[in-house]
C-alpha cells in the first residue's frame, strides 16, 4: 500500500523530469514522446538566454539567506532572555508572543501593505525580508533550547561579575549551534518558497523572487509553445532546495517533529 | 558584588527589545491597522472614512464571498481528515528502522520542501487536458478525458490532490514522531495478550497519539483555510467561482479591485473563522476524552 502511494508521489515528478529533457517541438506533437528518445538538454541550456530566472535566483538567495540571518539574530537574542534572565513582564510578554503563532498573514496583509507603502519599501529586498522576521515561531524554539542548557553554566560565569551580552556571545551561543541549524534551514526553507508576500510586495519584474517570477510565466499555460521550457524551469527553481534538502534532512526533521512531540 | 542571577532588572530586556520591535511594528500594530480599516471606507490616496460595519454588510451580501466561504470549508472538511488519516497510516507503515523504511520517509516528506509554484506547475502537467499525464493515461485505458482543471465538480477537487500531495510530509513526521514516543512494554503487554492487531491500535498505539492527532488537526485546519496558491495557479478559482477560496478573494478584493475596506473586513471574518474552527475542534476532542 505505501509502495503504491510511493508511485502516485513519484509519478507527478518523473513526468516533469521527462518533459524537461524532451525538444519542444516534439512534445507539440504529443507530450506522449517522453516515453522515447532522443532526449536533449537544450530547454536547460536556453534558460540562459533569459536572464531574468537568474535575476530572480538571486533575488531568492538574498532575500532568504538575509531573513535567516535576521530571524537567527532576534529568535536567539529573545530566546536567550526569555529562557534565562529576569525582567518586568517577562511571562506576560512571552505569552503575547506566542499568541503571535496563531495570527494567519491574511489578517495583517492589508495593513501590512499599506505600511510598507507608506514607507516606500515595496520592491525592494528589506521590504521582502522584514515580514517573515517577525514570525514566532524562531523565537518559542530558541526559548525551548536555552531552557534546555544546563544552569551551571552560565552561573559560574556570572558570578565573575562577566557582562550578560557576553555570557550570551561566548558561553551560551556556541552551545545552540545546533538548534541555529535548524531554525536556520527552516526559516530559509519558508523564505526561498513564499509565495503570497512577495506576489503582493514585489510588482516590478526585477524584484520578484523565484518563486513568483516562475509563477509569472506560466500564463497561457495550456496554450504554451514551450512545456519542456517550462518544465526546466521548474526543475532548475528547485534544485536549491532540493540540495539543502538532501544536505540537511537530519536538521529539517528534527525542526518539523521536535517541538512539536511534547 | 555579584548581582543575584534571576534579580528583575529592566536592562535585561533590551535583549528582546529587537525582536519586540520587529514584533510589534509587523505583526501587532498591522493586526489592530487591519481591524481599523476594515470599519473604514479607504481610498486609493490612502483617506479614510468611519464607516463603521458596513464593510462588513457588504462581505455577507457578497455572494461570490459566500461561495468562497463555501468552497473553502468543503475543501478544508474534505483534505484534512485525509492528509490525517493518509499521515496516520504512512506513519503506522513506515515505523520501522529500516534503509528502505527512511528512505520512503524522505520521499513522501521531499513534496513539502517546494515551493507552491512548483507544486502548481508540477499537477498542472499531470492534469492538463490533451497532453497531461492523466489524459494520455486516460486514453490508454479507452476512458473519456476528463477536465480536471475546468469541470465544475473536478476542479477543487483536483487543488485538493495537489494539496495532499504536498502537505502529506508534515502529518506523517509528526505522527512518525509521536509513534516513537510510546514505550515498548506497552506492546509486549499487548503482544502477551496476545491482542490482534487492530485491538492493538485501537488500545495502544491510538490513545497514545491521541494528542498528536489533535496537533495535526488543528495545523491542518489552520493551514488548509490559508488555501490561495494552489487555487490562484491551478484554476484561478474557476471555473464560475466554484474553486475560489476566501484568501483569493481577499486576494481580488483589496489587491487587484483595491477594495481595501471590503478586503480587510473579509480577512477579520477569515482570522475568526479559523480561530473558532481551530477552538472547536480542541474543545470537541478534549471533551471526549473527559467522557
Same mark, same amino acid.
Given at each position: 500500500?505505501?509502495?503504491?502511494?510511493?508511485?502516485?508521489?513519484?509519478?507527478?515528478?518523473?513526468?516533469?523530469?521527462?518533459?524537461?529533457?524532451?525538444?519542444?517541438?516534439?512534445?507539440?506533437?504529443?507530450?506522449?514522446?517522453?516515453?522515447?528518445?532522443?532526449?536533449?538538454?537544450?530547454?536547460?541550456?536556453?534558460?540562459?538566454?533569459?536572464?531574468?530566472?537568474?535575476?530572480?535566483?538571486?533575488?531568492? #538567495?538574498?532575500?532568504?539567506?538575509?531573513?535567516?540571518?535576521?530571524?537567527?539574530?532576534?529568535?536567539?537574542?529573545?530566546?536567550?532572555?526569555?529562557?534565562?534572565?529576569?525582567?518586568?513582564?517577562?511571562?506576560?510578554?512571552?505569552?503575547?508572543?506566542?499568541?503571535?503563532?496563531?495570527?494567519?498573514?491574511?489578517?495583517?496583509?492589508?495593513?501590512?501593505?499599506?505600511?510598507?507603502?507608506?514607507?516606500?519599501?515595496?520592491?525592494?529586498?528589506?521590504?521582502?525580508?522584514?515580514?517573515?522576521?517577525?514570525?514566532?515561531?524562531?523565537?518559542?524554539?530558541?526559548?525551548?533550547?536555552?531552557?534546555?542548557?544546563?544552569?551551571?553554566?552560565?552561573?559560574?560565569?556570572?558570578?565573575?561579575?562577566?557582562?550578560?551580552?557576553?555570557?550570551?556571545?561566548?558561553?551560551?551561543?556556541?552551545?545552540?549551534?545546533?538548534?541555529?541549524? #535548524?531554525?536556520?534551514?527552516?526559516?530559509?526553507?519558508?523564505?526561498?518558497?513564499?509565495? /503570497?508576500?512577495?506576489?503582493?510586495?514585489?510588482?516590478?519584474?526585477?524584484?520578484?523572487?523565484?518563486? @513568483?517570477?516562475?509563477?509569472?510565466?506560466?500564463?497561457?499555460?495550456?496554450?504554451?509553445?514551450?512545456?519542456?521550457?517550462?518544465?526546466?524551469?521548474?526543475?532548475?527553481?528547485?534544485?536549491?532546495?532540493?540540495?539543502?534538502?538532501?544536505?540537511?534532512?537530519?536538521?529539517?526533521? %528534527?525542526?518539523?517533529?521536535?517541538?512539536?512531540?511534547? | 558584588?555579584?548581582?543575584?542571577?534571576?534579580?528583575?532588572?529592566?536592562?535585561?530586556?533590551?535583549?528582546?527589545?529587537?525582536?519586540?520591535?520587529?514584533?510589534?511594528?509587523?505583526?501587532?500594530?498591522?493586526?489592530?491597522?487591519?481591524? /481599523?480599516?476594515?470599519?473604514?471606507?479607504?481610498?486609493?490616496?490612502?483617506?479614510?472614512?468611519?464607516?463603521?460595519?458596513?464593510?462588513?454588510?457588504?462581505?455577507?451580501?457578497?455572494?461570490?464571498?459566500?461561495?468562497?466561504? /463555501?468552497?473553502?470549508?468543503?475543501?478544508?472538511?474534505?483534505?484534512?481528515? #485525509?492528509?490525517?488519516?493518509?499521515?496516520?497510516?504512512?506513519?503506522?507503515?513506515?515505523?520501522?528502522?529500516?534503509?528502505?523504511?527512511?528512505?520512503?520517509?524522505?520521499?513522501?516528506?521531499?513534496?513539502?520542501?517546494?515551493?507552491? %509554484?512548483?507544486? #502548481?506547475? @508540477?499537477?498542472?502537467?499531470?492534469?492538463?487536458?490533451?497532453?497531461?499525464?492523466?489524459?494520455?493515461?486516460?486514453?490508454?485505458?479507452?476512458?473519456?478525458?476528463?477536465?480536471?482543471?475546468?469541470?465544475?465538480?473536478?476542479?477543487?477537487?483536483?487543488?485538493?490532490?495537489?494539496?495532499?500531495?504536498?502537505?502529506?510530509?508534515?502529518?506523517?513526521?509528526?505522527?512518525?514522531?509521536?509513534?516513537?514516543?510510546?514505550?515498548?512494554?506497552?506492546?509486549?503487554?499487548?503482544?502477551?495478550?496476545?491482542?490482534?492487531?487492530?485491538?492493538?491500535? %485501537?488500545?495502544?498505539?491510538?490513545?497514545?497519539?491521541?494528542? %498528536? @492527532? @489533535?496537533?495535526?488537526?488543528?495545523?491542518?485546519?489552520?493551514?488548509?483555510?490559508?488555501?490561495?496558491?494552489?487555487?490562484?495557479?491551478?484554476?484561478?478559482?474557476?471555473?464560475?467561482?466554484?474553486?475560489?477560496?476566501?484568501?483569493?478573494?481577499?486576494?481580488?478584493?483589496?489587491?487587484?479591485?483595491?477594495?481595501?475596506?471590503?478586503?480587510?473586513?473579509?480577512?477579520?471574518?477569515?482570522?475568526?473563522?479559523?480561530?473558532?474552527?481551530?477552538?472547536?475542534?480542541?474543545?470537541?476532542?478534549?471533551?471526549?476524552?473527559?467522557?
Amino acid at each position: 500500500m505505501a509502495c503504491a502511494f510511493a508511485v502516485v508521489m513519484i509519478a507527478p515528478v518523473l513526468w516533469i523530469l521527462g518533459l524537461s529533457l524532451k525538444d519542444n517541438t516534439l512534445l507539440m506533437r504529443g507530450t506522449d514522446a517522453v516515453f522515447s528518445s532522443p532526449y536533449t538538454l537544450e530547454n536547460y541550456g536556453n534558460l540562459f538566454h533569459s536572464s531574468l530566472v537568474f535575476r530572480w535566483l538571486l533575488n531568492s #538567495t538574498i532575500v532568504a539567506i538575509g531573513q535567516t540571518l535576521g530571524v537567527l539574530t532576534l529568535s536567539s537574542l529573545a530566546g536567550y532572555a526569555f529562557a534565562r534572565l529576569e525582567f518586568p513582564f517577562r511571562k506576560t510578554l512571552f505569552v503575547i508572543v506566542l499568541f503571535g503563532l496563531a495570527v494567519p498573514e491574511q489578517a495583517v496583509i492589508i495593513a501590512r501593505h499599506q505600511m510598507f507603502s507608506w514607507l516606500n519599501m515595496h520592491n525592494s529586498y528589506l521590504g521582502l525580508m522584514l515580514p517573515g522576521m517577525s514570525s514566532a515561531f524562531g523565537v518559542f524554539l530558541m526559548t525551548q533550547f536555552f531552557r534546555a542548557i544546563p544552569k551551571e553554566i552560565d552561573e559560574a560565569a556570572l558570578l565573575d561579575n562577566t557582562p550578560r551580552f557576553r555570557i550570551f556571545w561566548r558561553v551560551l551561543s556556541p552551545l545552540t549551534i545546533p538548534a541555529q541549524a #535548524t531554525l536556520g534551514i527552516f526559516t530559509f526553507l519558508l523564505a526561498w518558497n513564499d509565495y /503570497w508576500w512577495p506576489l503582493i510586495s514585489a510588482t516590478k519584474k526585477e524584484m520578484f523572487t523565484l518563486t @513568483i517570477g516562475i509563477a509569472s510565466t506560466q500564463t497561457n499555460f495550456a496554450q504554451s509553445e514551450g512545456l519542456g521550457f517550462l518544465a526546466a524551469q521548474a526543475v532548475f527553481a528547485s534544485l536549491p532546495v532540493v540540495v539543502v534538502y538532501i544536505f540537511f534532512q537530519r536538521h529539517i526533521v %528534527t525542526a518539523v517533529s521536535g517541538g512539536a512531540v511534547k | 558584588m555579584a548581582e543575584s542571577y534571576r534579580r528583575s532588572h529592566w536592562s535585561n530586556a533590551l535583549f528582546i527589545l529587537p525582536y519586540l520591535t520587529v514584533f510589534v511594528s509587523l505583526l501587532v500594530f498591522p493586526l489592530c491597522w487591519g481591524v /481599523w480599516l476594515s470599519l473604514n471606507k479607504v481610498d486609493l490616496f490612502g483617506g479614510a472614512r468611519f464607516i463603521g460595519l458596513k464593510n462588513y454588510v457588504r462581505v455577507f451580501n457578497d455572494p461570490v464571498f459566500a461561495q468562497a466561504v /463555501w468552497n473553502t470549508i468543503v475543501f478544508v472538511l474534505v483534505s484534512v481528515p #485525509t492528509l490525517v488519516a493518509l499521515g496516520l497510516f504512512l506513519a503506522l507503515a513506515l515505523n520501522k528502522t529500516s534503509r528502505a523504511s527512511s528512505f520512503m520517509r524522505g520521499l513522501f516528506f521531499s513534496s513539502s520542501i517546494l515551493s507552491v %509554484t512548483i507544486v #502548481t506547475l @508540477i499537477w498542472r502537467f499531470v492534469f492538463i487536458p490533451g497532453d497531461g499525464l492523466l489524459a494520455i493515461l486516460f486514453d490508454a485505458m479507452g476512458w473519456q478525458q476528463i477536465g480536471f482543471l475546468s469541470a465544475k465538480g473536478w476542479s477543487l477537487f483536483s487543488v485538493g490532490v495537489a494539496t495532499v500531495w504536498w502537505c502529506l510530509g508534515l502529518p506523517m513526521m509528526l505522527f512518525l514522531a509521536a509513534l516513537q514516543q510510546i514505550p515498548n512494554d506497552l506492546y509486549e503487554a499487548a503482544a502477551l495478550d496476545s491482542a490482534s492487531r487492530w485491538r492493538t491500535f %485501537t488500545r495502544v498505539t491510538f490513545p497514545s497519539i491521541k494528542s %498528536t @492527532i @489533535i496537533l495535526v488537526a488543528i495545523i491542518q485546519i489552520v493551514m488548509q483555510f490559508q488555501l490561495f496558491g494552489q487555487a490562484q495557479l491551478m484554476t484561478n478559482g474557476g471555473p464560475a467561482g466554484t474553486s475560489r477560496p476566501i484568501v483569493m478573494y481577499i486576494y481580488e478584493t483589496g489587491f487587484v479591485r483595491w477594495d481595501v475596506g471590503k478586503g480587510a473586513a473579509a480577512s477579520e471574518v477569515l482570522f475568526l473563522i479559523i480561530l473558532v474552527a481551530a477552538m472547536v475542534q480542541y474543545w470537541v476532542t478534549s471533551n471526549k476524552e473527559e467522557a
